[in-house]
């Protein structure tokens, strides 16, 4: 099965940007959904985004709509979040997941493989 490793997290300012990369190995993507989801001190996981990789469409949470993108290399069997115009909020850390169920909701926090998580910081 496929396993996940995320990386690009680091710390910065209000206004910066980022771009998180996910690197699967073990298995391609194809006929998987992708996504990243993020987890702040005290809250619960939320989703961010999604791609649904034959296709590429995409899926985003309205408090990312705008300012965030995910992508996807299928040479690769990378994708990426690039994260703009970050806020404080942001702060959390990202992991980025992958399901091959293909009647899962996309936006589900249940899905199937898992990275380690990267620590994205966004100071004020």
């Known amino acids: 099965q496929v396993q996940l490793v995320e990386s690009g997290g680091g710390l910065v300012q209000a206004g910066g940007s980022l771009r998180l990369s996910c690197a699967a190995s073990?298995?391609?993507?194809?006929?998987?959904?992708a996504g990243w989801f993020r987890q702040a001190p005290g809250k619960e996981r939320e989703f961010v985004a999604a791609?649904?990789?034959?296709?590429?469409?995409?899926y985003y949470a309205d408090s990312v709509t705008g300012r965030f993108t995910i992508s996807k290399d299928n040479p690769a069997n990378i994708f990426y979040l690039q994260m703009n115009n970050l806020k404080p909020e942001d702060t959390a850390v990202y992991y980025c997941?992958?399901?091959?169920?293909?009647?899962?909701?996309?936006?589900?926090?249940?899905?199937?493989?898992w990275g380690q998580g990267t620590q994205v910081t966004v100071s004020s």
């Open positions: 997941a992958a399901d091959e169920r293909d009647r899962l909701l996309i936006t589900s926090n249940e899905y199937g493989r």
């Open positions: 073990g298995r391609t993507l194809n006929n998987h959904r």
């Open positions: 791609i649904r990789w034959n296709t590429g469409s995409t």
